[in-house]
Structures are given as structure tokens and as C-alpha cells.
């Protein structure tokens, strides 16, 4: 029961979605994936499950009223034990970003406080999806970052566009979920629906891209993913069919994450983030990644 009760806070069946961002961050960079990219994503695993923990941890009170099946309003885990674990992790996070340079570091320093500022602060403030969304730009520029040396202006710049892409649909989804427990809202979904479309016409619009079929059906996996659910919750906008929309939001991450990859030309990097796609929807199966 511990251990369900912990795989539930911290929401594991939504760790997937991190590795890829580093991946994609250092393939926007023009490199090859190294022991710094490894590192880069160990930070990132760990900061994203300081942030559930965190995030449970102040929503304590509300989950009691709204989701009191969640692991400490059911008395499974004590409000101590997942600060505790919010700040071993953010810890370990920062000395695993410290390891891979103090570029890294910087990065991984900024995405700590986001997280920080977002679970205490922002969640529930207008500035709440510009703040999720920044913490998914910013992990994806730690994976660039850690990767190798500054990259050229040209590749820095694509770093940040990638970032952008991935922080807009970060930006959609966290818009979204703040009506997965009361639902009634039509607005939010069919505006995720719109940026959805965006992104899949930004992201394969890169004409030079040498990988044109991958990053054709990654694409298309990714708006398959996203879209469907939202049109869903914007036809009935339910809570049920709005939190279903919210982990298929999260889910696509995956395959955005390896379109992104597969439009910079890392193609194998790309394949492996894919990779993850099985694994995640096997798993959301039985906890939940919202």
C-alpha cells in the first residue's frame, strides 16, 4: 500500500514524458546525447517529482475536499513525509545539474525555483500555466545546456524555439486542468485544440529537416494524442472527459519531444524518446499522471 500510495503522489506514470526533454534540448544543439545528457535528465526526473510532491503537499486542503482519495487526505502518506521527499529530491536534482556544469547548474537552478513558485505561489494565480510552461522550456534547455560547450547563435536559437513549441503546449494542457475537477469549461480545450494545431504546423514545417517521414508520423502521432481528447471535453466539457484530455496532454509530450528531436536530425534520439509512448500509456493505466 506505501508503495502505491507513493507511486500515486508522485504520479510516476507521468516520468516518461521527462527524458525526452532533454533529449530533444540536445538535439536542437546539434549534439549527440553523452554522460552530461544523462545527468541532465536525472536533475529533470528529480525536480519534476519534487514538484508532485510538492504540488500534493499544498493542495493538501483542497484535495480533502475535491480529491479525497488522493495519497495524504487519505491518511496513506503524512503532509511531512512528501515535503520531506519535495526537498531531497529538489536537492539531488541540483547536485545532479552541478555535475554536468555550471551552465547546467544555472538552468536547473531556475527550474527549481519555477517549480518552488509555482506549487506554493502560482498554481492558482493567472500566472500559474506561464509558470508550468517555463519549467518545461527551462528543462529542456538544461538537457542543450549540460550537453557540451555554448552552442553556436544559430543552434542556441533553435534550442529556444523547441523550447517555445514545448512550453506552448505545457501552457494548453496546464490551462486545461484547472478545470479537471469541476469541468464546465468549453473555452480552455478548444483553445489547447488551436495551439495543438500550431504547434503540429510549426514543428513540421521545418523543410530541411533530414528526417522528413519520421518527423512526418511523429507529428501525426502527436496531434492524434492531443487532439481527440480535447475535442471531447470542449463537446462535453465534463470532468471525467476534461481530466482524460489532461493525460493525453501530457502523454503527447512524448511525441512531441521526439518530433522535435527527429526535426533537429537526431533521428535515433528521436526513436528512443518514442520509445517511451508504450511504456507510459501501459502505465497511466494504473496511476494516474494527473
Not at 518552488?116 to 506561464?130: F, I, Q, S
Not at 492531443?226 to 466539457?237: D, F, G, I, S, T
Amino acid at each position: 500500500m506505501t508503495v502505491r500510495a507513493w507511486a500515486e503522489l508522485l504520479r510516476i506514470s507521468a516520468l516518461f514524458t521527462v527524458p525526452g526533454d532533454a533529449l530533444a534540448g540536445a538535439a536542437a544543439v546539434g549534439r549527440r546525447p553523452n554522460s552530461s545528457t544523462a545527468l541532465a535528465v536525472g536533475a529533470s526526473l528529480c525536480l519534476y517529482e519534487a514538484g508532485m510532491a510538492l504540488n500534493d503537499w499544498a493542495d493538501r486542503d483542497e484535495d480533502a475536499v475535491d480529491r479525497p482519495h488522493r495519497p495524504i487526505p487519505s491518511g496513506r502518506i503524512s503532509p511531512r513525509a512528501a515535503l520531506t521527499a519535495a526537498g531531497a529530491l529538489t536537492g539531488a536534482g541540483l547536485a545532479l545539474a552541478a555535475r554536468a556544469g555550471r551552465p547546467a547548474l544555472a538552468v536547473a537552478t531556475g527550474l527549481a525555483g519555477t517549480v518552488w513558485a509555482y506549487d506554493l505561489r502560482l498554481k492558482h494565480t493567472p500566472a500559474g500555466p506561464a509558470a508550468m510552461a517555463a519549467a518545461r522550456g527551462l528543462d529542456l534547455l538544461l538537457g542543450a545546456t549540460a550537453t557540451g560547450a555554448a552552442p553556436a547563435p544559430r543552434k542556441a536559437r533553435a534550442a529556444l524555439t523547441a523550447a517555445a513549441l514545448l512550453s506552448t503546449h505545457t501552457y494548453a494542457v496546464t490551462a486545461v486542468s484547472r478545470h479537471e475537477t469541476q469541468g464546465g469549461s468549453t473555452t480552455a480545450p478548444l483553445a489547447a485544440l488551436v495551439a495543438v494545431a500550431g504547434i503540429g504546423g510549426a514543428v513540421v514545417h521545418e523543410r530541411k529537416a533530414p528526417a522528413r517521414l519520421l518527423l512526418t508520423a511523429l507529428t501525426g502521432a502527436y496531434l492524434r494524442t492531443a487532439a481527440r481528447p480535447l475535442v471531447h471535453a470542449a463537446l462535453n466539457p465534463s470532468p471525467p472527459l476534461t481530466q482524460r484530455a489532461v493525460g493525453s496532454g501530457i502523454r503527447a509530450m512524448i511525441p512531441l519531444q521526439a518530433a522535435l528531436a527527429a526535426r533537429a536530425g537526431a533521428a535515433g534520439s528521436a526513436l528512443a524518446v518514442t520509445g517511451l509512448v508504450p511504456l507510459a500509456r501501459a502505465l497511466s493505466r494504473k496511476v494516474s499522471p494527473t
